[in-house]
Each structure stands twice: as C-alpha cells, then as structure tokens.
C-alpha cells in the first residue's frame, strides 16, 4: 500500500530490500521541499487508542509514529538503528548494555529527555507488550548511570534485546515519565511524544491532527525506515476515518484527500490510468490469517484447531481477500523472504494442503457435536470480511457451527478482549523482526497462547548468537514446525496492500506503513 515515487510502480518481493521497505526520502517529480501546508490522509479504521505501547493495531501505528519515538527504529532495509539512543554498548558476558542517550532531546511539553522518563517508558512497556515481556524476563535492573546514561543489567544472554527495543509492533516509545506512571496498564490519553509531529487533537469519527514540532532535534542519517533523518515540511497532517473505500478513492481523486490508504485492489487499473494519481503495491506489508481462542471454547483443543486449518484452501481465501493474483503470495512462512535470518520453509508439507476428509476426522476425534463457533470480522478492511465470507463456508463444509459477526473495527478491537465472546477473529500481521516479539506468541494477547514447548524454543533462541546462523536456522525451523502442529494461528498467506496519492504530495516514499515526515504538499 506503501507508495514509490516518481510513477506507478509495482513492488515484488523479489525485489531488492530498497524498493521492497521503501527508499529513503527525496524530492519526487522535480520539485523542491516546500514548507506549509495540510497533509489530507484518508484512513480506513479509526484506532482505538493513540497510545504505541498499549496496542498493536495498524490504525494506531501509522499516526502514532509521528509523534512517538522510542531509543531504536527500523531503518528502510528493517535492521535496527538507534533514534533517541546516540548509541550503545555491551560488556563481554552479554549481560550489561550500556545505552546513550541524545543530546537536546525534549518532549513535546518542553520537558528534557532524561534517563528518568526512559527508564519509566522501558518499565511499562515491558508490563503491556507481548515483546516487552518476553524481553522483561531478562531484564534484572534497569538504572540511570548519569544524566545521558541508562545502563540495563540482564540476569542472563538475551541477545534480542536491541531488536525488540526497536520493534515497530507494540513500540517501547518513550514518554515523560510522570505519563508512564499516571497511565499505568491503561492507554495513555496524554499523548506527549518527541517525533517530528505532535498530537492537537482527535475528533472521534471524524478527523485527528498532529501538527509540526517546531522543537524536533533530527538525526542526520539517510537511513530511511522510522529513524534517520525526519524533516517535518507540513505544518499539519489531518487523518480522517472513511471506511468505505470508494469514498477514499473518490476523494484523493478530487483532491479532498492527498493520500489514500488499503484500496480495493481491484481498483488499480483505474489508479494506473489516472495521470493526476500514483498507485502503489507494497510487497512487504502483512500477512493474513485467522486467529483461535485458545483459552475457552471450541479452540481450546489443538485437534479442532488443525481440523480448521485442515479444511481451509489458502488460494481461494487470497483470492477473496487479496484479488488479483499480483496481490498476494502463498507462502508459510511467518517472516518474510527478505528476512534472510528468520525465513523458514518449515510447516510447508501441512500449509496449503487442504484436507477435507482428515477434517472432519480430527472434528470426531476431539468429540465435537457442533458448538457454535463466532467468527468475527470487519467490514472496515475490505479483504477481513471478502476473506470471512470464504473461510465460514470452509469451515462449516467439514461440521463445525458459524456464527459469522461482522463489527466496525474499533468494535471487533474491543471484543476480541474479552474471552467468552468469539473463537476466531481475522487480522493481518506486519512485519515482525524478532520470534520473541511476535505479538500471537504471547499470553496475554487475544487468542491467549501458552505453550511450554515454545517458551523452551524462544528461550534458546534468546541465548543464541546473532552470528550463530547455522544454529538460529534449526531453532526458527522448529518454532515455525511447532507453529503449524499448535496452530495458534491459521496463516492464509501473504498480501501486498494498495493505496494512491495525487499530485499535491511530494517526496513520499513507501513503507509498510504511511510516512509523511520528508514529505511535502503544493498547490
């Protein structure tokens, strides 16, 4: 969904890292960075909290990047680079990282960046994120050193440390502390930041607006990403709900939006044929699938969970989701190709062979005598509900139950919290960049997963070299094999996301998500 200029351009994920993730920011079309201005974004979901840390949603994401950084970031080729870190260190055990921090860094209230309001950050975090946690488990001591120095004492090797402090998912984003404190484990509703944006105000349903930081201290790296150098040329940018994506089209069409996220993919020859309109494919965007219950309920039972994933054909649910074969890809893995260390073709022999008759065998089996089973999904991402309508049909052919409940967003967001109120729910996975941070491998995260097998694995990755592929390679082959022997999730494939800009928005680069720092608007 991501786009590239100068023109319409299709990004395969045999395409090299640069185009894939993005390029750094420049100026598009001729034209020279201009100051001023509103940036218009048309969005398909309104998020359900503004906080990073508090939620793994996409809608939140995308704004909340803006204006919240956090010690580390991905950089265009999704290796992790510092941002609020000037840098760090590790002494020779593995277990004491030694982390500098920025010089004249301030909130957005003015305040001082200090190892106070890090440490404060880091703490929260690690209680509400699925990576924070799992990185917490390490974690002895956090301490401040001096007033540019945080050092962070490890009570063993946790190699993944600095990878998870820069995971884009659940963000370890820093905040003044007495905000960290006052929102505890709920979502922050003081949204006090340091990125080159920050929060005015959020009009529910209706609009919300970040506007320039006149105070933002850039780094000066061309690393692309979410770090390196952020330039903030729009003196505001305005993100609008519109859920039906015929009115986004229509509207970046005409100018009253400059940019318009997850488009109906059959809508791209229109885009294509449009002069005044650039379309993009973004080959490394997410990939789909449906997510069980496995606290309560029908899914609770592994054998009706690979019953399930038995009776689904993954190309019939990406052709309803994704269209156009160009759009998507059938593939196992849970990283992505580019990821050269954590690819794996493990669980291959199981994905994509749908199974009709050893369905309804494993529904005998587990003694299943037609419980009803709530399959949420939304109508707010065009692909949820289209892969819905599919996957009720699949399910229902081998005996199980569906009750198929479309909600707004927001709503399925809130539902999907509460465990007595489905067994499965469809969403997308971005990029993750860690297996100890990927977000359904957690607990506490809907869909509720405890698996002891995999916290042995996880943990013996965690004290695996990064320069140890050989070894990283067995381990990841086996979490991925565990993966499709537990099914916490049901993968349908991987999509790549659409969306169109107009001529009024300069030096946009794609990603897989919107960026509009080193991005500008003319008249």
Same mark, same amino acid.
């Given at each position: 969904?991501?786009?590239?200029?100068?023109?319409?351009?299709?990004?395969?994920?045999?395409?090299?890292?640069?185009?894939?993730?993005?390029?750094?920011?420049?100026?598009?079309?001729?034209?020279? $960075?201009?100051?001023?201005? =509103? %940036?218009?974004?048309?969005?398909? @979901? &309104?998020?359900?909290? #503004?906080?990073?840390?508090?939620?793994?949603?996409?809608?939140?994401?995308?704004?909340?990047?803006?204006?919240?950084?956090?010690?580390?970031?991905?950089?265009?080729?999704?290796?992790?680079?510092?941002?609020?870190?000037?840098?760090?260190?590790?002494?020779?055990?593995?277990?004491?990282?030694?982390?500098?921090?920025?010089?004249?860094?301030?909130?957005?209230?003015?305040?001082?960046?200090?190892?106070?309001?890090?440490?404060?950050?880091?703490?929260?975090?690690?209680?509400?994120?699925?990576?924070?946690?799992?990185?917490?488990?390490?974690?002895?001591?956090?301490?401040?050193?001096?007033?540019?120095?945080?050092?962070?004492?490890?009570?063993?090797?946790?190699?993944?440390?600095?990878?998870?402090?820069?995971? $884009?998912?659940?963000?370890? =984003? %820093?905040?003044?502390?007495?905000? @960290? &404190?006052?929102?505890? #484990?709920?979502?922050?509703?003081?949204?006090?930041?340091?990125?080159?944006?920050?929060?005015?105000?959020?009009?529910?349903?209706?609009?919300?607006?970040?506007?320039?930081?006149?105070?933002?201290?850039?780094?000066?790296?061309?690393?692309?990403?979410?770090?390196?150098?952020?330039?903030?040329?729009?003196?505001?940018?305005?993100?609008?709900?519109?859920?039906?994506?015929?009115?986004?089209?229509?509207?970046?069409?005409?100018?009253?939006?400059?940019?318009?996220?997850?488009?109906?993919?059959?809508?791209?020859?229109?885009?294509?044929?449009?002069?005044?309109?650039?379309?993009?494919?973004?080959?490394?965007?997410?990939?789909?699938?449906?997510?069980?219950?496995?606290?309560?309920?029908?899914?609770?039972?592994?054998?009706?969970?690979?019953?399930?994933?038995?009776?689904?054909?993954? @190309?019939?649910?990406?052709?309803?989701?994704?269209?156009?074969?160009?759009?998507?890809?059938?593939?196992?893995?849970?990283?992505?190709?580019?990821?050269?260390?954590?690819?794996?073709?493990?669980?291959?022999?199981?994905?994509?062979?749908?199974?009709?008759?050893?369905?309804?065998?494993?529904?005998?089996?587990?003694?299943?005598?037609?419980?009803?089973?709530?399959?949420?999904?939304?109508?707010?991402?065009?692909?949820?509900?289209?892969?819905?309508?599919?996957?009720?049909?699949?399910?229902?052919?081998?005996?199980?139950?569906?009750?198929?409940?479309?909600?707004?967003?927001?709503?399925?967001?809130?539902?999907?919290?509460?465990?007595?109120?489905?067994?499965?729910?469809?969403?997308?996975?971005?990029?993750?960049?860690?297996?100890?941070?990927?977000?359904?491998?957690?607990?506490?995260?809907?869909?509720?997963?405890?698996?002891?097998?995999?916290?042995?694995?996880?943990?013996?990755?965690?004290?695996?070299?990064?320069?140890?592929?050989?070894?990283?390679?067995?381990?990841?082959?086996?979490?991925?094999?565990?993966?499709?022997?537990?099914?916490?999730?049901?993968?349908?494939?991987?999509?790549?996301?659409?969306?169109?800009?107009?001529?009024?928005?300069?030096?946009?680069?794609?990603?897989?998500?919107?960026?509009?720092?080193?991005?500008?608007?003319?008249?």
């Amino acid at each position: 969904m991501r786009s590239l200029h100068p023109a319409t351009r299709l990004v395969c994920l045999c395409a090299a890292l640069l185009v894939a993730f993005g390029a750094v920011g420049g100026t598009a079309r001729g034209a020279e $960075p201009v100051r001023g201005g =509103v %940036i218009h974004v048309a969005t398909n @979901a &309104e998020p359900g909290t #503004l906080d990073w840390q508090s939620s793994t949603a996409t809608a939140t994401r995308l704004v909340a990047w803006h204006f919240a950084e956090g010690l580390f970031a991905l950089d265009q080729n999704y290796e992790v680079k510092p941002l609020l870190a000037q840098g760090y260190t590790v002494s020779p055990d593995g277990l004491r990282y030694t982390i500098r921090l920025r010089a004249g860094i301030k909130f957005h209230n003015g305040q001082p960046l200090r190892p106070e309001d890090v440490i404060a950050s880091l703490e929260r975090w690690g209680k509400l994120s699925t990576g924070g946690r799992e990185t917490f488990k390490f974690i002895k001591q956090i301490r401040k050193v001096d007033e540019g120095t945080i050092e962070i004492a490890l009570s063993g090797v946790f190699t993944p440390l600095i990878t998870n402090l820069g995971d $884009p998912k659940q963000a370890a =984003v %820093i905040m003044p502390k007495a905000v @960290a &404190e006052s929102s505890g #484990l709920k979502p922050a509703v003081e949204l006090i930041g340091t990125g080159p944006y920050m929060f005015k105000e959020w009009t529910p349903g209706q609009k919300i607006v970040l506007v320039r930081y006149l105070g933002y201290v850039s780094r000066t790296e061309e690393w692309g990403g979410i770090t390196g150098r952020k330039l903030a040329y729009a003196d505001e940018i305005d993100f609008f709900p519109v859920a039906d994506p015929q009115v986004r089209l229509a509207g970046v069409t005409t100018g009253q939006f400059d940019l318009a996220l997850e488009l109906p993919q059959d809508v791209y020859p229109r885009i294509k044929a449009d002069p005044n309109l650039t379309a993009d494919i973004v080959g490394v965007f997410n990939w789909i699938g449906a997510v069980f219950n496995k606290a309560q309920g029908v899914f609770s039972d592994e054998r009706l969970r690979q019953a399930a994933l038995y009776a689904m054909n993954p @190309a019939d649910l990406m052709a309803a989701a994704a269209g156009p074969r160009e759009f998507w890809k059938l593939d196992p893995a849970l990283f992505f190709p580019e990821q050269k260390g954590l690819y794996s073709s493990a669980g291959s022999e199981i994905y994509n062979h749908q199974n009709l008759d050893k369905a309804r065998a494993l529904l005998k089996e587990a003694g299943y005598s037609g419980q009803k089973v709530v399959l949420m999904s939304t109508k707010d991402y065009t692909w949820n509900n289209n892969a819905a309508q599919v996957l009720a049909p699949e399910l229902e052919a081998v005996g199980f139950n569906v009750d198929a409940q479309v909600y707004d967003w927001p709503t399925l967001l809130s539902r999907r919290t509460k465990k007595d109120l489905w067994d499965i729910f469809l969403t997308g996975f971005s990029p993750s960049i860690d297996p100890t941070a990927v977000i359904f491998f957690g607990n506490t995260w809907p869909g509720w997963y405890q698996s002891p097998a995999l916290d042995k694995l996880l943990t013996q990755w965690s004290q695996t070299p990064v320069t140890d592929a050989t070894a990283r390679k067995a381990l990841m082959d086996q979490i991925q094999t565990l993966f499709y022997k537990e099914v916490p999730v049901a993968k349908f494939g991987n999509t790549y996301g659409l969306e169109a800009y107009n001529q009024r928005l300069r030096g946009y680069t794609s990603f897989f998500d919107v960026r509009f720092w080193n991005t500008w608007v003319t008249r």
